[in-house]
């Protein structure tokens, strides 16, 4: 690789594994560059992911999808996971624990009261 490359992979230190990072490490040691391994911007959003909280889980995906509508309708961000796992083969809800829907910590209470509201 040229150091142009490794500068660039240096860049999504974030989405290597961890042998991949120490030689990474290794190699631009080794060459007496400059380049600092900075994490990417995968690593910040499963940072931001981490304060999310799950309020609801349904076992169908009629349902999920009706509560994050309401909560879309309100204005408050929220997520469906293993979503698509259910919608591949809905007898992996069980499976999966239900299709979650996660909204950030500090919604968290407004989004309770708001699906409490449209049972």
């Known amino acids: 690789m040229s150091d142009g490359e490794l500068e660039k992979l240096a860049g999504e230190v974030g989405t290597l594994s961890d042998v991949a990072t120490e030689t ?3 190699e631009i040691s080794q060459r007496g560059l400059t380049i600092a391994p900075r994490e990417s911007v995968r690593a910040a ?3 931001k992911d981490s304060k ?8 169908n995906l009629q349902e999920a999808l009706l509560a994050k509508s309401v909560l879309d309708s ?4 929220c997520f469906l996971f ?7 083969d ?3 809800s069980n ?10 910590q500090e919604d968290a209470a407004a989004a ?6 449209h049972p």
């Open 24 to 26: 990474l490490r290794a």
């Open 45 to 47: 959003d499963e940072e």
């Open 52 to 59: 999310r909280v799950t309020i609801r889980q349904y076992l």
């Open 74 to 77: 309100a204005a408050i961000e």
């Open 82 to 88: 293993d979503e698509n796992i259910v919608r591949i």
């Open 90 to 92: 809905w007898f992996w």
């Open 95 to 104: 499976a999966v624990g239900g299709i979650k829907l996660r909204v950030r």
């Open 112 to 117: 309770i009261a708001l699906l409490d509201q």
